[in-house]
Structures are given as C-alpha cells and as structure tokens.
C-alpha cells in the first residue's frame, strides 16, 4: 500500500491515481493542505501528528509546486512515516527531490495520439461498457484531453443497459452538440430564467431530454454530496476546480434545499413512469417550481 506518493501532470490522471490510492487506503481522515499557503513545517506537522479517533490519516497537499526543490521535505518525510499515516503532493510537474524521494512518483504527460485512444478504451471498460473500434474514433475526435475523454464517456454510461442506435451515437457528443455546463451551472445558480434559456437552446439542438433529466439528477446530487464532503471534513469528489464550483453553488442552496430539489425530482420521475407528463415537462416544471434563492 502507497503512503507517500507523488503525482503530477496531467489534473485528471493526477486526481484519478490519488483517488485510487485514497481508496486502498479505506475510510480514514483527509487533511487537505494547499503549499502556496502553508510552510514545509506544517505539513511536517500534520504528517507526525496522529488523528486521535482513527487509526490513520491521509495528508493531500495540492498546488505543491513551491516544493518541488525542497530537500529537507523530502529527506524527512523519506524516512519512516508514522504508523497509519499517507502523504500525497500534487501538482503541475514535481519532478526533483520529493519526487525521487516518494515511494510511488508519477508525471502524467497530457495523452494524445494512441495514449488518447488507449485511456478512452480503459475508460469505457471501467463503466462496463464496450470499447467498439467505432466509439473510440469517435470520443478521439471529440475530445482532446483526458478530463473531457472522461466526461465523454460520463455521458455514455448514461446508456448503459439501454439501446441507443449507433447513428445517434455522435448525438451525444460535445462536436455534435452545444455542451449541457451553461444549463447546470444556471440551475445550480439558481438562475431560473437562464436554466430555461439554456434548456431551450439544448432541446432546440436535439439533445435527449431524457439524458438531460438524468444529468439534472446526477448534478443536485453531486451538490448535495460535495456540501455534505465538505461538512464532514472530507475532501470533496472530483477534480479541485470542479469541486469548488460545485461547493460554491451547493452552499447557495443549503442542504435542506437540495434535499427538497432531490424529491421535487423524485416525484417528477414517478409522474414521467405513470404517463402523467413526460422528459420535457418533467425539465420545465422542475425550473419552475424549485424556485431560485
């Protein structure tokens, strides 16, 4: 088991080998630290300092670039951690002596070409879904990096179970149509007339309201999710940037609101089951009746 890794690069395959090792971790603590904000000393501190109610603890030090020359960091954190205690730097390229001191170091290269490809195949083997030499060209095309690879596929796994025509296929994706962000971000600003702007400008584009609804859902939750990460002293899920858009728009609501957005959706979906409105009502009446703050 990692417990004193380095990663830099690339955000996204950064934040997906931190996430991994995390996971192996269990539940344990987070102490997240950002370096262009604390000393060397403090994340010494938090590295010798035991959580006294758990058996380990995980430090996260991001924006970990001021570091990359400091030897006596790395010299002293190479040497035996504190039982049960993990130590991770992030940056944009950390290679010097943390990096050659860490027990696990990597430096992500942006993927493109055949690297591009292959990350797109694993991505859609992780969601359970085929990597069709068809739907490969078609995500390489679409996306030139690996944050928008991954919320590509995102999109797809939607599908999963389902049946969705191969013609439709490039429907889905971001040079096929206008992205759904403006449209999410509106309603988690609670700006009703914009959502409805934006959803109009979607629908008129063709997309699936039905994959729009499902996206509507996903985003309430992911708000709801980071504001309660955030409130138990964890680190919230997903990229840093993305985190922190969501938690500024989750903290606009509060958790009652969001709790009531999640069955205001829940009765629009019973109501879509029993025929009483359908994929375009069910967006429209949620704009409207979970009024903005």
Avoid: C
Avoid at 61 to 83: Q, T
Avoid at 113 to 132: D, V
Avoid at 142 to 150: K, M, V
Avoid at 262 to 288: M, N, S, W
């Amino acid at each position: 088991m990692v417990r004193f890794g380095v990663y830099s690069g690339d955000p996204f395959l950064a934040e997906r080998q931190l996430r991994m090792r995390l996971a192996q971790l269990g539940p344990v603590p987070r102490v997240v630290l950002f370096a262009d904000e604390v000393p060397p000393t403090r994340i010494l501190l938090e590295v010798g300092s035991a959580d006294l109610f758990a058996a380990g603890k995980a430090v996260v030090v991001r924006h970990a670039d001021p570091l990359r020359g400091e030897r006596g960091l790395a010299e002293a954190l190479n040497k035996e951690l504190p039982s049960g205690v993990a130590v991770f730097f992030l940056g944009e390229d950390l290679r010097g002596p943390l990096f050659q001191a860490a027990e696990e170091a990597q430096h992500f290269p942006r993927p493109s070409g055949k690297a591009l490809r292959e990350l797109a195949a694993q991505l859609l083997q992780e969601q359970g879904l085929p990597a069709h030499p068809f739907l490969l060209d078609l995500l390489v095309e679409a996306a030139d990096d690996a944050l928008h690879l991954h919320q590509e596929v995102q999109k797809f796994a939607l599908w999963k179970g389902g049946k969705l025509p191969r013609a439709r296929l490039a429907e889905l994706l971001f040079f096929a149509q206008p992205q759904p962000y403006e449209f999410l971000d509106a309603l988690g600003r609670g700006d009703r007339l914009q959502a409805l702007a934006e959803l109009g400008r979607l629908l008129r584009a063709r997309w699936d309201p039905q994959v729009l609804f499902h996206l509507m859902v996903n985003h309430v939750r992911q708000l709801l999710g980071t504001l309660s990460a955030v409130e138990a002293g964890e680190e919230p899920p997903g990229p840093e940037w993305l985190a922190q858009r969501r938690l500024a728009q989750a903290r606009r609501h509060g958790q009652a609101r969001l709790i009531q957005a999640l069955a205001l959706l829940q009765e629009l979906d019973l109501r879509i089951k029993l025929g009483e409105t359908d994929f375009v009502g069910a967006l429209h009446a949620f704009i409207l009746q979970w009024p903005p703050t």
